[in-house]
């Protein structure tokens, strides 16, 4: 247990200094505001949901776009958000509810 745990953290603060994360979209919920990301690296599935402060998803499904995760405070709220870049818009941003890591 304490290895997966392990493992688990070291992959999340890998993935955390990446520049740019590659991410797939496989399903958009607009009225929930709820979309699921696909990392196709590491094997994860993000399920994720819009921030208060965004209009609307701008996502596309079965697309492919540059992420990041922002640096937040120490407040619960407010860290865990995903940044997207879509090319010629303004990015989007995400707060992550669950990561699922899959398997082979």
């Given at each position: 247990?304490?290895?997966?745990?392990?493992?688990?953290?070291?992959?999340?603060a890998?993935?955390?200094?990446?520049?740019?994360?590659?991410?797939?979209?496989?399903?958009?919920?607009?009225?929930?505001?709820?979309?699921?990301?696909?990392?196709?690296?590491?094997?994860?599935?993000?399920?994720?949901?819009?921030?208060?402060?965004?209009?609307?998803?701008?996502?596309?499904?079965?697309?492919?776009?540059?992420?990041?995760?922002?640096?937040?405070?120490?407040?619960?709220?407010?860290r865990?958000?995903?940044?997207?870049?879509?090319?010629?818009?303004?990015?989007?941003?995400?707060r992550?509810?669950?990561?699922?890591?899959?398997s082979?």
């Amino acid at each position: 247990m304490r290895i997966k745990l392990l493992a688990l953290l070291l992959t999340l603060a890998a993935v955390a200094c990446l520049p740019g994360l590659p991410i797939k979209v496989t399903a958009v919920n607009h009225r929930n505001g709820q979309v699921t990301l696909l990392l196709p690296i590491h094997h994860a599935r993000i399920e994720a949901v819009l921030v208060p402060e965004e209009p609307e998803i701008r996502l596309r499904v079965d697309e492919f776009y540059d992420a990041d995760f922002e640096a937040g405070e120490v407040d619960t709220v407010k860290r865990n958000v995903l940044r997207v870049t879509i090319p010629g818009e303004k990015p989007v941003r995400f707060r992550l509810r669950k990561i699922t890591f899959l398997s082979n």
